[in-house]
């Protein structure tokens, strides 16, 4: 099994900066895709990006490259997403997710671990 918990969520205003960061426990061998969701109030979960923590290639949605980043730490198991130059469009619950690899990645369905969420906000 595989627990991840998110920190890092919180209110800024349009144009500022946040860092989300994912610990991920357990049977980490699960894990070597990880990435991030968002879901806003009536909208559907939306895939943000992903990682892959073996050669740690990444891929980005559209609605956030150039302005998001994600990396990881030395040990693997935790993975940050860094958010620049945020619009009140972002605001949602993030939520970090992981399997064992990437290829269905922008599906939400795709993923087998997900953590409690983070709620950001920006206005």
């Known amino acids: 099994h595989v627990q991840l918990v998110e920190s890092g969520g919180g209110s800024v205003q349009a144009g500022g900066s946040l860092r989300l960061s994912c610990d991920a426990s357990?049977?980490?061998?699960?894990?070597?895709?990880m990435g991030w969701f968002r879901q806003a109030p009536g909208k559907e979960r939306e895939a943000l990006a992903r990682?892959?923590?073996?050669?740690?290639?990444?891929t980005y949605a559209d609605s956030v490259k150039g302005r998001f980043t994600i990396s990881q730490d030395d040990d693997k198991n935790t993975v940050y997403l860094q958010m620049d130059s945020l619009k009140a469009e972002d605001t949602a619950m993030y939520y970090c997710?992981?399997?064992?690899?990437?290829?269905?990645?922008?599906?939400?369905?795709?993923?087998?671990?997900w953590g409690q969420g983070t709620q950001v906000t920006v206005s």
């Open positions: 997710v992981a399997d064992k690899i990437c290829v269905g990645w922008a599906q939400a369905a795709w993923f087998n671990y």
């Open positions: 990682i892959d923590t073996g050669d740690g290639s990444t």
């Open positions: 357990g049977y980490t061998r699960n894990t070597h895709c």
